[in-house]
């Protein structure tokens, strides 16, 4: 039943892949890299179907990740390199924006998301993510860095083949594809992380802070730099609105305390999340 969860994710991350390229970017000629970026290319240059070329170049990479990377990495991306040609020929293309600009954002927002899931499903729609891990293998080259000079020569296709216009948004695709890959894998569930040093009325605040918003806290032992003192410093995590309740809560007891807030990318855990760290 697990396995079948985690292939219907892969699946679903699949779909969404086709949707940012047959209906965001393909038919804008935004070719931002990978197989897809390719298959859009050669489509608009020789008129071959998409989904044909994008199921050749994966087969190659599938004989490349089995030849230099072994049966495990092969396996690993199996199921999305057969898998995502088939989607990509499945899901109608079609222009939902006429707009360019809005296009090329939405797209690869969408397509950030898809990619998201089939990392966080330890797996991936085949293409030119194999590549970089025969660099890593045999030339120890960070796989981000491989990645990025794959994709940098699909996009230096589109120059010749779309235009100066078509690779300037192909490379803005690649900015706002990393921009959001990298808020969802750090996590959405962001919430601040507070530390609040009073002098004389810690206790105080830390009794009304739980009566106000039920959070549980954590002291920490501290010593000032300055007079070698022994404080404690009340550590506690919570949301925007509770972290507005917080100064409300603060203000009255002890206007001279020391509160530092800073953004923490994801909570897990009683209280944040409903399962268990594992």
Known sequence: MKQLISYSKILAALVILAVSINMFLGPHHIAAGGVS????????????????????LNCVMLVLAYVFLGRAPFFKVLFGSLVFPLVVAVVPEYM???DRLLSVIFGSAIFA????ILYKNNSSSGGTTIPPLIFQKYFHLNPSIGLLATDAVVVTMSLFIFGFEEFLFAILSIVITSIVMNYLETG???????????EEHL???QTAIAAKIFRGA?????????????????LIVVNDQEFAQIKQVIEPI?????????????VLGRGFSYHPIE
């Open 96 to 98: 939902v924006a006429s």
């Open 37 to 56: 970026g390719i298959g859009i290319l050669l489509e608009f240059a020789f008129g071959w179907d998409r989904a044909l070329v994008i199921m050749l």
């Open 218 to 234: 954590t002291l920490l032992d501290a010593q000032g730099v300055h007079r070698r003192s022994a404080k404690q410093v009340l």
């Open 254 to 266: 002890d206007p001279q305390a020391f509160v530092i807030a800073s953004n923490v990318a994801e």
């Open 188 to 198: 959405i569930n962001r919430k601040k992380s507070v530390m609040i040093m009073s």
């Open 203 to 205: 206790e105080e605040i």
């Open 113 to 116: 998301a898809g990619v998201a």
